[in-house]
């Protein structure tokens, strides 16, 4: 519930961008290194080269960095991308973290879904909830007290899981105290024949190429679905990056203006999404227009991208409330596209939070655009 109450809020947000509304806390320093020395009673959104976390956080932590090392307790969630990730605290709800490299030997309140090339779950880590992982190599020695979905190259269980395990993986081992309480369900190449010693029961599933087809149509389109989603927000993500990079004033004048003119960016963007379209077509169906108006279609495409970019950095800008520095406009960028994403899970109001937040950040990117014109003029 209190997840639906946030999303929520931050639907709310993204269609009047409340400049009151509290911020959490932001740090984004120009050395790229961020160290938190003293315990904080609110969320903490972190960009840097390095992150270390080594007082208490009373609240949601979110993580984006070279190396970041959680070695104190996060009350909230744990939201972390990064080459290096090591959780030594407690984690009081989920943790999602992507990185390289992966280690966690804290407890986690519930859920933990990593995405990672090298990932280990220490002896001393507990996992309250469910253990989702998606991994080259992965080595789980801690406890998991729900269920286990793993996708991994390598797979060595030397912990206990309280659950059923599902495991697809191309070389699955087990130390001498692994225990599954429920059903081992693996996927491999070949069986292993002293699996069962370690679970109250297991069921073998060669390796097919026709394998998929056994998740059903709903299965495919949906894992098709959430693949899609995740690198549209990696791709977002980079270009948006580049785009900082490469012009650092841009994004910040587009925000700025954006905060001026609201509404008039609004109304800008509205009529650009539905009467460019209409003009692309208008061309298309005369033979000498039909190249113009297929170029005029791609060019609409781009300015949908470029929108959604412009409209997240806004509303990332609206909570980080600085642009001063590079790390601070990436950061701004980081949670933006978070927020972004997170609404497309939410039916019909996420899904017109986000269309609002396109249109936003289209006619703010052309009020701007429209401006250096004028100059150049």
């Not at 961020?34 to 609240?59: C, F, H, M, R, T």
Request: charged share 15%; aromatic share 8%; proline share 3%.
């Amino acid at each position: 519930m209190r997840k639906l109450i946030f999303v929520g809020l931050v639907a709310v947000l993204a269609l009047t961008a409340v400049p009151a509304m509290a911020a959490p806390i932001f740090l984004a320093p120009k050395d790229g290194s961020v160290a938190i020395n003293s315990p904080l009673n609110d969320d903490l959104y972190a960009a840097g080269a390095s992150i270390n976390i080594e007082k208490p956080i009373q609240g949601d932590l979110i993580a984006c960095g070279g190396t970041v090392e959680i070695n104190a307790s996060v009350s909230g969630d744990v939201l972390v991308a990064g080459d290096t990730v090591i959780i030594r605290g407690n984690v009081g709800d989920d943790v999602r973290v992507t990185g390289g490299h992966v280690n966690i030997y804290g407890t986690v309140g519930d859920d933990l879904l990593v995405a990672g090339g090298t990932v280990t779950i220490g002896s001393t880590a507990v996992i309250r909830g469910d253990f989702v992982a998606g991994a080259s190599n992965l080595v789980l020695d801690g406890k998991v007290l729900g269920n286990l979905r793993v996708g991994a190259g390598t797979a060595a269980i030397k912990g206990s899981i309280a659950d059923s395990a599902d495991i697809h993986v191309s070389k699955l081992t087990f130390g001498d105290n692994a225990r599954i309480g429920g059903t081992l369900r693996y996927w491999a190449a070949a069986e292993g024949a002293d699996f069962a010693q370690h679970a109250s029961r297991v069921e073998y599933h060669k390796v097919l190429v026709k394998h998929w087809a056994k998740l059903g149509v709903i299965g495919a389109f949906t894992g098709i679905a959430l693949t899609v989603m995740f690198w549209k927000w990696i791709g977002l993500l980079l270009l948006g990056a580049i785009l900082i990079l490469l012009l650092p004033k841009y994004m910040p004048k587009v925000a700025e203006g954006i905060k001026k003119n609201y509404w008039a960016s609004l109304w800008c963007g509205l009529l650009t999404a539905v009467l460019t379209p209409l003009l692309a077509f208008g061309l298309m169906v005369t033979i000498v227009g039909l190249p113009l108006g297929l170029l005029l279609l791609l060019v609409y495409v781009l300015m949908l991208i470029m929108g959604i970019i412009a409209g997240s950095y806004h509303l990332g800008r609206a909570l980080v409330r600085s642009d001063k520095t590079i790390w601070a406009q990436l950061g701004s960028l980081l949670v933006g596209t978070i927020i972004f994403g997170l609404l497309a899970f939410l039916p019909i109001i996420g899904w017109l939070a986000g269309l609002w937040i396109i249109l936003v950040g289209l006619g703010g990117m052309l009020t701007e655009q429209w401006k250096l014109a004028k100059q150049y003029r």
